[in-house]
């Protein structure tokens, strides 16, 4: 057994792919998730979690290509406790290098009674053949009791002893609603090291929502009693306020780690780029005062701090920004800047894209140094965000745009949109302003009538002409659908935004059609 005064590595299990896509409007599509995995895989990551392969076609699709592609990772997929659940993760899982079926059964009596309505016999029994099935299959098995954080404690060590005898090589502790404390989440990991008796034979992990804005404190509470895995999400998202945040526990533990006697194989540098990129994908923006990677995480407004900053920066600065990955200067590029500065500052930035991405921003690079005379590095995530989000079908392009509005007249946009890169369809709308308009024009030309649920405009640098960055979220069908757009018109932002989204339901209706 481990004792909190040795130094150990505790191993990070990302599930960014699984709960984190479970936050109310972040679903990836296929290629936006064999992105995420392959950034965690370069982070350092030790499981990925890539998703619940039952849950749709979708899933299992995206568990299987990730599991076929990923190498340096463990790669897990999440399975009810049933037959049918696993067959289907091991399914999916087994072409990984490193394959991991994650079985998971309620054990608190609130979820016994009124959702499983099973007795505590009937839960053993089949925590036991779901794990025995499993570790059939795969020699790596983690075994989850749902909200183990409110289950008897009795009746918890019972079911983690019993799953580990029947094969579970890992043991996570679910926090499932957020409801413990940092105290409680001591107690509970120590009760089991303490009574379980095989309980040396698993791997203890932790997994806490942030219900009550304590996931990360709970978090390092259980590593602090002797887990020796934690569960956390890029940016913390997850179910409802979500989970605890993969850049936070990391740099907690590395920023203390003479207190905590541990440390990850997290690759710090990383873990901006992969916050950009996660938010991108998912539309979920971080809050600038975010903990470790939102923007203004080591911004020193006063005077007094940043007095102190120039004399030594220790006096208020814990972490160094580039060690989690903000760029050292704000570099700034223009017009005459060629494709070799672009990459490096790409690179830089974090960003690792294919040479053939790097030809589509370089090419958006030009026409934006034409419109503005000086890109900043805002501008230059801004156009690879632009291109990683634009990774979905382009059924349908923006030829041309024309606007007019005024106080004396109603805004009309003149829209020119294309199909398939080929036919041209031309609509002039009106609307109670020029966005307003611009959806009209959008929605009579593609024929996909949305309800706009989320409309949020930002600007990628400082400046008056920095570049506006448009995100939408649309339902249609009763679906959600979100989109960015990235340009200096705001107008053209918008509509840029709601063709990424217009696609993404053309793409979901073709899949449909096919299936
Ligand atoms: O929160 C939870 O209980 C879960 C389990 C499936 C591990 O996500
Ligand atoms: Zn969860």
Redesign the pocket.
């Known amino acids: 057994m481990t004792t909190e005064n040795d130094s150990r590595r505790i191993k990070i299990f990302d599930?960014t792919l699984?709960?984190g896509e479970?936050s109310p409007g972040a679903s990836m599509n296929l290629g936006e998730k064999l992105e995420v995995a392959q950034t965690l895989s370069d982070l350092g990551v030790d499981i990925i979690e890539a998703g619940f392969p039952i849950a749709s076609p979708g899933d299992f699709e995206a568990v299987r290509e990730i599991a076929n592609s990923v190498r340096g990772a463990t790669v897990c997929g999440?399975a009810r406790c049933n037959p049918s659940d696993i067959e289907r993760a091991w399914e999916s899982l087994k072409g990984a290098a490193l394959p991991r079926i994650?079985v998971?059964l309620?054990t608190s009596a609130i979820h016994r009674e009124f959702k499983l309505r099973m007795t505590q016999d009937e839960i053993v029994q089949r925590a036991v053949e779901g794990v025995r099935l499993a570790a059939s299959y795969c020699d790596d098995v983690e075994f989850?009791p749902?909200?183990?954080a409110r289950t008897e404690h009795d009746f918890l060590c019972q079911v983690v002893e019993a799953a580990i005898d029947a094969g579970a090589t890992t043991i996570?502790i679910?926090?499932?609603?957020g409801y413990a404390t940092p105290q409680e989440m001591y107690d509970r990991i120590k009760l089991l090291l303490n009574r379980v008796p095989n309980i040396e034979r698993a791997v203890l992990s932790a997994?806490c929502?942030d219900d009550l804005g304590l996931a990360v404190a709970n978090s390092l509470a259980a590593v602090a009693a002797g887990c020796g895995q934690v569960?956390c999400t890029i940016n913390g998202i997850?179910?409802r306020a979500g989970?605890c945040a993969l850049e936070e526990i990391v740099m907690a533990l590395r920023t203390r780690s003479e207190l905590y006697q541990c440390d990850t194989k997290i690759r710090s540098e990383g873990l901006v780029p992969a916050s950009r990129l996660v938010s991108t994908i998912t539309g979920l923006d971080v809050q600038r005062n975010k903990a470790v990677v939102g923007r203004n995480a080591f911004a020193h407004e006063s005077g007094i701090h940043q007095d102190g900053m120039l004399k030594d920066p220790s006096t208020y600065e814990i972490m160094r920004p580039e060690d989690v990955g903000f760029a050292k200067t704000d570099l700034v590029l223009g017009k005459h800047s060629g494709r070799a500065a672009l990459a490096d500052r790409a690179r830089a930035l974090g960003f690792n894209i294919t040479a053939e991405q790097m030809q589509h921003v370089f090419e958006r690079f030009k026409e934006l140094a034409d419109k503005k005379k000086e890109i900043y590095d805002g501008d230059v995530v801004a156009l690879i965000q632009q291109e990683i989000s634009g990774q979905v079908d382009e059924a349908w392009s923006l030829v041309s745009f024309h606007v007019e509005s005024g106080s004396q007249q109603p805004p009309t946009v003149a829209l020119t949109l294309s199909h398939g890169g080929q036919e041209h369809h031309q609509e002039v709308s009106q609307g109670d302003g020029p966005i307003d308009a611009a959806f009209w024009a959008v929605e009579r030309i593609t024929g996909y009538q949305v309800v706009c649920k989320d409309y949020r405009v930002s600007s990628a640098t400082l400046g008056r002409d920095a570049q506006g960055e448009v995100h939408l979220e649309v339902e249609h069908e009763g679906r959600t659908y979100r989109g960015v757009g990235f340009s200096t018109n705001t107008v053209e932002a918008t509509i840029l935004a709601l063709l990424n989204a217009t696609n993404r339901i053309a793409a979901a209706a073709a899949t449909t059609e096919n299936t």
């Open positions: 599930t699984r709960d479970q999440l994650h998971f309620a989850s749902e909200d183990a996570n679910p926090d499932t609603v997994h929502h569960e997850g179910e989970n």
